[in-house]
DNA sequence: CGGGCGATTGAATCGCATCAAGCTATGTGG
DNA sequence: CCACATAGCTTGATGCGATTCAATCGCCCG
């Protein structure tokens, strides 16, 4: 009833695993649409997709490489809202306006749908307005539970997690490739860059991970797993 | 195109007022539903309306009073996603299964509807889809603001912007009264009781707002805003 | 091989959390 | 009607974790 048992800490806590950095896979969303094809198209490293205030003409699935999407504050921060992986939709904000920009990672490979189009289908089949409505509540479902991570986490929480969601998104084969840089991340996670090298420093010294190279790391899952645990 | 130029402080700054604190104002969502009617119910102050996992029966729209909606950690963390004040819906987490815990923070009117007939009628009609869809946009939104907010603000910053929402929220005639506890607060912003407290104390100290009691407060919004823009 | 960007590491600082009293309303029972 | 209890709020002292500032390292690419 009451919330008087709330309690805060800066300790490290079970956060949950939360969904994957912005996990939008698809489906076979448009798979019954036979007239909705994406075009293919190419960005390059940095190269920005589309702007925030834009108007929304297109939506976008990744095929390789990856993508951010963010929105900076007048004195220069940046919160980035979310990755965007091989399989994953994005720039489907409902409204005619872009929220957020994006911009390419990697050099990245993308699909892009007509918005017009996707929205005339969905006034029309009732199916394909409640699938962009799931898609939408998945969306919704990461930012809460990315809020939760940047609210209640602390930077060792925050970056195991993370690291942990972007894994398992990439098909974590052992070890993997981390697409982006550590200001990516800190701008993802609400830190600093230097926090999460540290941090990572940390995990590895922790024996929660192994690094190749600041980019690819393996994952010890288990030990990782204990140190946010407990 | 390149990030480079994202900085990052403690600094107080602009954070763009982010979008009232859940607002789900429902416009005419179910007007043109002549057979959904709400059914009045009302609940006392720290009464549970819907628990997280439970099965998602019912849809709420508040009308009178105030409810949040949060998370619990493990450990006993506690992070409010939304607060719903009279006018909003709220417990239309698409999908079986209720994603949050939702209490009356004082005694609090609702009408309820069944979540069911919503979902049928929008698997018919592709209007209604179409609503819900924008509905969940909303909410998303707002996610995606309080994320920001959580990922780059100081204190100062998050309790400004937040009692500004608020108060417009209520339809701030000069001043209004807070209907949630510091802790509430605290946990909707991710800080402690003491610090949301400090900190209202130190925005009427530079002259921001004015106190009578605890709860009511009255805003210089243009003194606030200074204070957070430079 | 050298330039440069990204990552790491170190030291000092700061903002918020934590721990700990008091304070102030509100309400209750004698 | 007042003493007392209690819940919520305020304020103070202290500590810690993340930021900030500042080198330095190392890898990649020309």
């Not at 809020?147 to 690291?163: H, I, K, P, Y």
Request: proline share 4%; glycine share 10%.
């Amino acid at each position: 009833m009451a919330p008087d048992t709330a309690r805060q800490s800066t300790r490290p806590a079970h956060l949950g695993i939360p969904s994957p950095a912005a996990g939008l896979h698809a489906g076979g969303l448009f798979a019954n649409c036979p007239d909705l094809i994406g075009s293919p198209s190419v960005f390059a490293r940095d190269e920005e997709i589309f702007g925030e205030g834009e108007e929304a003409e297109f939506v976008y699935k990744v095929v390789s490489g990856a993508v951010r999407t963010y929105k900076i504050l007048s004195d220069g921060r940046r919160q980035i809202t979310g990755f965007h992986l091989p399989g994953d939709l994005f720039g489907f904000d409902p409204g005619e306006i872009h929220r957020h920009t994006a911009e390419a990672v990697s050099d990245t490979k993308v699909l892009t749908f007509k918005r017009r189009q996707i929205e005339r289908a969905a006034t029309q089949k009732a199916e394909v307005a409640c699938q962009l409505w799931d898609l939408t509540a998945r969306t919704l479902r990461h930012a809460q539970d990315h809020m939760l991570m940047l609210g209640r986490g602390s930077a060792l929480e925050r970056v195991a997690a993370f690291l942990m969601a972007v894994g398992e998104r990439l098909g974590d084969a052992g070890s993997f490739d981390l697409p982006m840089t550590r200001r990516d991340i800190a701008d993802y996670l609400g830190l600093t860059l230097e926090t999460v090298s540290r941090t990572i420093s940390q995990l590895e010294g922790e024996g929660a991970l192994l690094r190749a190279g600041a980019r690819q790391v393996t994952l010890r899952r288990t030990r990782m797993r204990r140190l946010i645990d407990a």
